[in-house]
């Protein structure tokens, strides 16, 4: 199951990403990060990261991308520059978004959190099409996952401090949060 609800965002576009697995039992998903991701960096547009979300990656395109080989990431969400929204994992599995992380003491983020990726990286501003939808899919899980709420969304940079600095400092985490 994809959807929280039948129709809950009538735009999403499934993916399927194989770089998934079962939550550990009693693991209620109780935390959001948000991420950024661009491929390669700071270029968007074309289809480079749904590529490597599902191990279709060429990796002879882009120089860049030998970087990436043999990783498996995934998210369960990626928010597009012009607001396309794609669901890669259902909500209910794990998706490969956080790596080693720890949040409020417990490690490994991924086992009790959802994952946004948004098209982008921390030296660029987000689109206004991404605020909107990011703000109606996160009012959507927020509403279906009684254990998040305003207080429970991290970036990635919070879950993983010395790894990783995303989404970055031009993210608007007031207009975000205050659009919830």
């Known amino acids: 199951m994809y ?13 399927p990403s194989p770089n998934t697995d079962s939550r550990p039992k009693n693991c209620d998903i109780s935390l959001l990060v948000i991420h950024n991701i661009s491929l390669p960096p700071g270029i968007f547009g074309g289809s480079f990261v749904e ?22 990431d995934s998210s369960h969400l990626y928010i597009k520059r012009d607001g396309e929204l794609i669901q890669f994992v259902p909500f209910d599995k794990r998706a ?22 948004l098209e982008g990286s921390d030296d660029d501003y987000y689109s206004d099409e991404q ?20 207080h429970s969304i991290a970036g990635h940079s919070d879950v993983s401090p010395l790894r990783k600095t995303d989404p970055g400092k031009k993210f608007d985490w007031e207009r975000f949060l205050n659009a919830l």
């Open 131 to 150: 605020y909107k939808m990011l703000t109606m899919a996160v009012q959507k899980i927020i509403d279906h996952y009684p254990l998040i709420d305003k």
């Open 96 to 117: 490969w978004h956080a790596g080693k992380s720890t949040y409020k003491g417990v490690d490994d983020c991924n086992n009790f959190s959802i994952g946004i990726e």
């Open 3 to 15: 959807q929280i609800t039948d129709g809950w965002l009538e735009s999403v576009i499934h993916v």
């Open 51 to 72: 590529d490597f979300f599902t191990n279709n990656l060429d990796l002879t395109v882009n120089p860049y991308f030998q970087n990436l080989q043999d990783l498996k």
